[in-house]
C-alpha cells in the first residue's frame, strides 16, 4: 500500500521569503509524484510532476521540487512567494503501472503581506 | 482548462434524501473519477470508470453509486444521504496513454446534507 504524508497542514510566510512544503511517501513500489494546487474554491491545477530523470522538476508559477528517492521525499520549494500563492498544496503518488492518485492531507500556504 | 463541469455547484439537501451529482466532460477522455475532499484527509477516490458501463470502487465507495451511459458523463448518486456525506465532490478526467494517466479537475460540487 502506498501512503503519503505533509507533515505541515499550515504554513505561514511573508511575501517575497522563500518557503518549502515537505512531502514523503510510503510505497513498495515505484511511484510518480505530483503536486497539485487549489486555489479558493476551485478545483485542483497540477503544478508540477516527477515521472523520470532530473530529480529537480520545475513548474508553474516558479515552483520548483526535488524527489530523493533515499529519503522518499518530494518538497515543493519557491525562492520568493507572493500573495497570489496563497492556496491549498496537495501531494500525491500515482504507483508505476496504476491510475491511481494518492493524495496527501494538504498544506495550507498563507501569504501575508 | 480541461473542459471538465460539474452540476450542482452547490447543493444543500436533507438526511435521507436520494441525490445525484453530475460530472460533464468535453475532452471525450475514456477514465473518469469522482473524489471526495474534507479536512484533515485530502481527496479520496469514491468510485471510477474506465468507460461506458464499466465502472468500479473506490477506498470510499460504501453509500455512493455511479452511472456511466455516455462517455461524456459520470454521475454519483447518494441513494439515502447521510450527513456524514457532507463534503466538496470533484470529478477528474485523464486518458490512457498519457503516461502516467495525469489527471484533470473539475470546479467541484459543495454538498451539504442537514
Known amino acids: 500500500a502506498q501512503s503519503v504524508t505533509q507533515l505541515d497542514s499550515q504554513v505561514p510566510v511573508f511575501e517575497e521569503a522563500p518557503v518549502e512544503l515537505r512531502c514523503n511517501y510510503s510505497?513498495?513500489?515505484?511511484?510518480?509524484l505530483f503536486w497539485y494546487v487549489q486555489y479558493p474554491n476551485q478545483g485542483l491545477q497540477l503544478l508540477l510532476k516527477?515521472?523520470?530523470?532530473?530529480?529537480l522538476v520545475k513548474g508553474i508559477n516558479g515552483f520548483e521540487a526535488e524527489f530523493n528517492k533515499s529519503q522518499t521525499s518530494f518538497h515543493l520549494r519557491k525562492p520568493s512567494v507572493h500573495i497570489s500563492d496563497t492556496a491549498e498544496y496537495f501531494c500525491?503518488?500515482?504507483?508505476?503501472?496504476?491510475?491511481?492518485?494518492?493524495f496527501g492531507t494538504g498544506t495550507r500556504l498563507q501569504v501575508f503581506p | 482548462d480541461a473542459g471538465i463541469t460539474q452540476s450542482p455547484r452547490h447543493k444543500v439537501t436533507e438526511t435521507g434524501t436520494p441525490v445525484t451529482l453530475r460530472c460533464h466532460q468535453t475532452?471525450?477522455?475514456?477514465?473518469m473519477y469522482w473524489y471526495r475532499q474534507d479536512p484533515g484527509h485530502g481527496l479520496r477516490l469514491i468510485h471510477y470508470?474506465?468507460?461506458?458501463?464499466?465502472?468500479d470502487k473506490g477506498e470510499v465507495s460504501d453509500g455512493y453509486s455511479v452511472s456511466r451511459s455516455k462517455t461524456e458523463d459520470f454521475l454519483l448518486t447518494l441513494e439515502s444521504a447521510t450527513s456524514s456525506q457532507t463534503s466538496v465532490y470533484f470529478c477528474?478526467?485523464?486518458?490512457?496513454?498519457?503516461?502516467?494517466?495525469?489527471?484533470?479537475f473539475g470546479p467541484g460540487t459543495r454538498l451539504t446534507v442537514t
Open positions: 477528474a478526467i485523464s486518458e490512457e496513454g498519457n503516461s502516467p494517466y495525469e489527471q484533470y
Open positions: 516527477y515521472l523520470s530523470g532530473s530529480t
Open positions: 510505497s513498495s513500489v515505484s511511484v510518480y
Open positions: 470508470s474506465y468507460g461506458v458501463k464499466d465502472t
Open positions: 475532452e471525450n477522455h475514456r477514465y
Open positions: 500525491a503518488v500515482t504507483p508505476y503501472n496504476t491510475d491511481k492518485l494518492i
